[in-house]
Nanobody, 126 residues
Framework: QVQLVESGGGLVQAGDSLRLSCAAS????????MGWFRQAIGKERSFVAS????????IYVDSVKGRFTISRDNAKNTVYLQMSSLQPEDTAVYVC???????????????????WGQGTQVTVSS
């Protein structure tokens, strides 16, 4: 239903920062919660961060708390993931997704999302 395009990935050194962007199509972007997931080679896709439809609530996986910040700009149909203090363990393809329900809260569950981008690669060298 919604097309999502991630950007901002790249190759960085441990301790560096990156900001990922997820640009969404459609006029109703601002009515859906959004999430970021990541998948390393040979690993299951796992939850990273999520933000409610109106940006008033966020949740994170424990391993990124204090380092990553999810935010959104509904006027620009874009959600961001600001990543700092990157570590090699953060290396993965990062994928954004749209919650399946209008006015949705943040969610950790992959099953709550029904639109997914193609992902952007983040590689962190040690």
């Amino acid at each position: 239903q919604v097309q999502l395009v991630e950007s901002g990935g790249g190759l960085v050194q441990a301790g560096d920062s990156l900001r990922l962007s997820c640009a969404a199509s459609g006029r109703t972007f601002g009515r859906y919660g959004m999430g970021w997931f990541r998948q390393a080679i040979g690993k299951e896709r796992s939850f990273v961060a999520s933000i409610s439809w109106n940006g008033d609530a966020t949740i994170y996986v424990d391993s990124v708390k204090g380092r990553f910040t999810i935010s959104r700009d509904n006027a620009k149909n874009t959600v961001y993931l600001q990543m700092s203090s990157l570590q090699p363990e953060d290396t993965a393809v990062y994928v954004c997704a749209t919650h399946r329900l209008l006015f949705s809260p943040p969610s950790r569950s992959r099953d709550d999302y029904d639109n997914w981008g193609q992902g952007t690669q983040v590689t962190v060298s040690s």
